[in-house]
């Protein structure tokens, strides 16, 4: 969690962990707009996503 937060504030997206590194938090205030919204989300699909590949190109690495 702490790790993904971090990205997102490389990315000018604030979110913050809770205590529990398996949640995270995020806040609005009345000044965010839909697309404010549209954004973080989709900065945040781009970080998994290019977790999940890179996970992916890792494991195909290893003999088994």
């Known amino acids: 969690g702490g790790e993904l ?11 913050y ?3 529990n590194p398996q949640r995270l938090r ?3 205030h009345l000044d965010v ?3 404010d919204l549209m954004h973080a989300a989709s ?7 290019g977790e ?4 992916a ?3 195909g690495s290893h003999a088994y």
């Open 17 to 19: 962990t809770s205590g």
């Open 57 to 59: 190109a890792t494991a």
């Open 43 to 49: 900065v945040m699909r781009s970080i998994l996503e």
């Open 5 to 15: 937060a971090a990205r997102m504030r490389e990315r000018n997206v604030n979110i």
């Open 33 to 35: 707009t839909h697309a």
């Open 26 to 28: 995020a806040c609005t």
């Open 52 to 55: 999940r590949v890179a996970v």
